[in-house]
């Protein structure tokens, strides 16, 4: 089963930033947090990951909280191509386990 | 593009067959991991596959094998078709077995049990 708790479905304003939160209450101090989404049947596409720290990149921002029991992935102007199914996945490198993932459909 | 290839795209056949899918992974990649994903399910992990050797396995049928080769490339395998079988069959590749690298997946095939 997976480790995440997950909305199964959100809205999101073209332009305006897409938050997604995760809840991870049970995640253990070697498993890092990973986001992936997944548009329609192509394969799941990596978006970011981080251990504990607040980490960036050219697609999104990942927050984790403090005590590492949620997150939330940030794409800061979200476009009609944001939409997609997100997934966020507590693991290690051998051990993703997917669920349901949040549903994120971006409207004009 | 996420740099890993699989073929063939889409495979239609029928119960009792066997079909084998084949994936490439992104250049410097050691690990190959096989996921299916059915219409009624989420993505399940198959398999894994570091440097030609089994790494872990998740929920693989029996009917199911894979290998992956000298040149890191991988096939699944999978024999006695039945019409469950059918689903989209994912396969990611990643640089470093255990050290946190994310995977990266490739376009998949699609497998039709008629």
């Known amino acids: 089963d997976a480790k995440t708790t997950q909305p199964p479905s959100m809205d999101c304003a073209e332009g305006r930033a897409a938050n997604l939160p995760c809840n991870h209450s049970t995640i253990s101090g070697n498993e890092y947090v990973y986001w992936y989404r997944q548009i329609h049947s192509q394969g799941p596409q990596y978006i970011i990951h981080g251990l504990k720290n607040n980490e960036t990149n050219e697609m999104a921002s990942l927050i984790i909280t403090e005590d590492r029991k949620s997150s939330t992935l940030i794409l800061p102007h979200a476009t009609l191509r944001d939409t997609a199914v997100y997934y966020c996945?507590?693991?290690?490198?051998?051990?993703?386990?997917f669920g349901a993932g949040t549903r994120l459909t971006v409207k004009p | 593009d996420s740099g890993v290839t699989q073929t063939p795209k889409h495979l239609i056949t029928a119960t009792g067959q066997r079909v084998t899918l084949r994936c490439s992974p992104r250049s410097g990649d050691l690990s190959v991991y096989w996921y299916q994903q059915s219409l009624d399910q989420g993505l399940q992990f198959l398999i894994q596959?570091?440097?030609?050797?089994?790494?872990a396995k998740g929920n693989i049928l029996e009917r199911f094998s894979a290998q992956q080769f000298p040149d890191l490339h991988s096939e699944l395998n999978l024999s006695s078709l039945e019409l469950g079988d059918s689903a989209l069959y994912f396969c990611?590749?990643?640089?470093?077995?255990?050290?946190?690298?994310?995977?990266?997946f490739g376009d998949g095939t699609r497998l039709s049990i008629l």
């Open positions: 996945i507590v693991g290690r490198d051998n051990d993703m386990r």
């Open positions: 596959y570091y440097n030609g050797e089994e790494r």
């Open positions: 990611a590749s990643s640089g470093h077995g255990g050290l946190n690298q994310p995977q990266h």
